[in-house]
């Protein structure tokens, strides 16, 4: 195994790639339940003809270097030695990192609620998945009830500016159901008061948010009533209506649904102590906050593949760098 674990995660060079384009392989020899979870290559003077075939395969396709088929590839690397860590993520769980590169490819030009639509189908769907279903058998029954809060949002007008503030940091500001529902409330406010300019959201805390409550994961009984609960009550929804009014201020950390929220903002500032990270992979599942709409409308689909499959932290500066935040504060 642990020789087929190696094979896996070495990188093929551009002729090696090219040669096994030209041997015509069948689909399952990618992606899930075969030797090949993920493809990486070496993209210097690799052959352009295989664009199109990159973009159809069932795995994540990962760029090393730079060449012409930048673009046909999911993420890319410069830094070589991040592949095996990658990789193993893929590995472990192989059928959400497919769905993840999947969707990511169809949505990234479509109108930002049809993607928030498909995002949805996709995010119900590996709910019931193998990878995620593990997760809950083995992980969840030692997580902790989450400390329900009597106003996790607090809401205050300041002039034609609404102010709105996730408030529940004994929790870490986690999106359970309640934080949810009161976001969600709030932010109907500010899609229909016309009087309102500008919308400000911040949180109290020592995090922004650590996303949405491991607690209540699972709880959904089937794809189809996730969907429908998720078409009535995702804050995405909302945020996508408002983004040219919508200034984000982010304070530590910005985890999951935390980076997937924050980045619907036409401004987003930051906390030098700030930073974001998509973890959502480990739990077998695919961002699901609308973050594979918005990251990838401020940092790209590449970027955004990267956060999740390497679910490493992005710090304010490289935030900064990458378009993540506008700005930021001291």
């Known amino acids: 195994m642990k020789l087929l674990l190696e094979a896996r995660v070495e ?23 075969s030797d090949r979870p993920v493809v990486a290559f070496q ?19 990962i760029g090393l270097g730079h060449g012409p088929l930048e673009a046909d590839c999911d993420l890319l690397l410069t830094d070589e030695s991040e592949l095996p860590t990658i990789a193993k993520n893929i590995e ?20 930002i609620t049809d993607a928030l639509t498909a995002e949805s189908f996709a995010y ?21 009830p989450l400390r329900v809060s009597d106003t996790p949002v607090t ?13 529940d940091p004994g929790n870490l500001n986690a999106v359970g159901t309640c934080m949810r529902d009161a976001f969600c409330e709030a932010l109907d406010m500010a899609m229909t008061d016309h009087s309102i300019e500008r919308v400000e959201l911040s949180a109290n805390g020592r995090a922004f948010s650590v996303g949405g409550a491991v607690e209540e ?9 996730a969907h429908w609960v998720r078409s009535l009550r995702l804050p995405a929804w909302r945020l996508a209506r408002m983004t040219e009014k919508l200034h984000v201020h982010v304070n530590g950390a910005a985890i999951g649904a935390g980076a997937e929220i924050a ?6 500032t930051a906390s030098k102590h700030a930073w974001f990270q998509l973890p959502e992979l480990k739990y077998g599942l695919i961002p699901g ?20 499959l390497s679910m490493n932290r992005i710090n304010a500066q490289t935030a900064a760098e990458w378009g993540l935040v506008d700005e930021i504060l001291s």
């Not at 551009?14 to 990618?30: A, H, K, Q, W």
């Not at 119900?124 to 902790?144: H, V």
């Not at 994961?217 to 009533?225: N, Q, R, V």
Request: charged content about 25%; glycine content about 8%; hydrophobic content about 40%.
């Open 263 to 268: 980045a619907f903002g036409k401004k987003v």
């Open 289 to 308: 906050a609308g973050g594979t709409v918005s990251l990838p409308r401020r940092i790209g689909r590449q970027k955004t593949c990267y956060m999740a």
């Open 43 to 61: 993209l210097e003077g690799v052959d352009t003809r295989i664009g199109a075939w990159l973009k159809d395969l069932p795995c994540p396709v």
């Open 217 to 225: 994961f699972g709880e959904i009984s089937d794809p189809a009533t």
């Open 11 to 33: 990188p093929l060079s551009g002729i090696d790639i090219v040669e096994l384009f030209e041997s015509n392989p069948p689909r399952d020899m990618f992606g899930p339940k």
């Open 124 to 144: 119900a769907a590996i709910q019931k998945g193998p990878e995620f279903q593990d997760w809950l058998k083995n992980e969840k029954a030692i997580t902790s």
């Open 155 to 167: 809401v205050a007008m300041d002039g034609p500016n609404l102010k709105i503030i996730l408030d």
């Open 92 to 111: 472990a769980a192989p059928i959400a990192a497919m769905v993840l590169v999947q969707h990511l490819r169809a949505s990234e030009h479509q109108d």
